[in-house]
């Protein structure tokens, strides 16, 4: 009898450590897999966007990459993700060489690797579109095709096409299907916001005009343009390059490098490069900071398909710098810090 009372108090004691046990795994791992699920959620409704850019054309694309693998953060779901860059040809530039977009593809795998940074890229098309019905693939327009298919029209995926429009218009025509899940934010054009007359004489829309038309013209696609009018008022000065950002970063000195290197061939004016217009900077940072820029509902071109598109009509130029500064400051001090 001795034997089995110890039995049974032992049995007791087995059953209560267990039911102590299961309580407390059911606090700590079930608020964690509420943490897990609200994160999931929370993932779910990050906004995705590419940046499709003629990097190797010009300087402000390297600017506006940075800025944005600064802020890039795979853990605040709150954030949005860029999910991939990609390079697009500038055939038009009397600087260029046959492969425009492999020259793009090669600037943007440097930054990506000076940033630490883990987003794939991929190489455009060398070629604009030959038709408004032929489109020119590549790994770029594939990619685009990819990401655009696990979007929805509730949760699109934006394109900010910093250049020739050829890699997004190549995806559209591979795929309809995906015009929906596509926001198309084009940096280009000239407009005056007085008398809603467009100016597609510009460098971007002239690399691939037939691309650009393709894109004002799909029927569905959510269209929005920072304007090289508005954009042109961000500008930068080398001593502000050289006094904001830490001068021992390797990333400071390639943007340097890059800036004095570069030969502006449509222009003579500012010999010594004492500053640059960063357009393609204001299109992401109107993005990220959308109290700092005018966004309207206007009337597209008259000779594309009628309907509204959403045009930048003007930015505040010195609150856009000192953002972009302050954000890339702190991103590369503290990968400094981390690497140390």
Not at 74 to 85: A, C, E, F, K, S
Not at 149 to 162: N, Y
Not at 314 to 330: N, P
């Amino acid at each position: 009898m001795k034997a089995l009372r110890i039995f049974g108090t032992i049995l007791v004691c087995l059953l209560v450590a267990c039911l102590v046990y299961l309580y407390l795994w059911s606090l700590v791992f079930g608020a964690r897999f509420d943490d897990l699920s609200a994160a999931a959620e929370a993932r779910s409704r990050q906004p995705h966007y590419i940046i499709d850019a003629d990097t190797a054309n010009e300087v402000d694309d390297l600017f506006a990459i940075v800025g944005a693998l600064a802020r890039d953060n795979r853990y605040h779901y709150d954030r949005p993700l860029l999910v991939g860059l990609t390079a697009a040809q500038f055939h038009t530039s009397p600087l260029a060489g046959s492969t425009t977009a492999l020259e793009s593809q090669r600037i943007n795998e440097q930054l990506l690797k000076l940033m630490y940074a883990t987003v794939p890229s991929f190489p455009g098309s060398d070629q604009p579109l030959r038709s408004a019905t032929e489109a020119q693939p590549s790994p770029a327009s594939q990619f685009i095709v990819a990401e655009a298919r696990k979007a929805s029209p509730e949760q699109k995926l934006t394109v900010f096409i910093l250049g020739s429009c050829t890699n997004l218009a190549s995806a559209i025509l591979s795929d309809s299907s995906i015009v929906p899940n596509v926001h198309a934010r084009y940096l280009g054009f000239w407009y005056d916001p007085a008398t809603g007359v467009y100016d597609k004489k510009e460098f971007n829309t002239g690399n691939d005009p037939a691309a650009l038309n393709l894109l004002l013209n799909t029927k569905g696609l959510e269209f929005t343009v920072m304007t090289a009018t508005s954009s042109q008022a961000l500008q930068m000065t080398r001593e502000q390059l050289d006094n904001k950002l830490p001068a021992d970063s390797p990333v400071t000195q390639y943007l340097q490098k890059r800036w004095d290197t570069y030969d502006r061939w449509w222009t003579e004016a500012d010999p010594g490069k004492k500053q640059w217009t960063m357009w393609d900077v204001a299109s992401l940072e109107a993005w990220f900071n959308p109290q700092l820029a005018t966004l309207e509902n206007r009337p597209a071109p008259a000779e594309n398909l009628q309907r509204d598109i959403n045009v930048y009509t003007a930015i505040d130029s010195g609150q856009m710098l000192e953002q972009w500064f302050m954000v890339v400051d702190s991103s590369l001090r503290a990968t400094a810090k981390a690497i140390q």
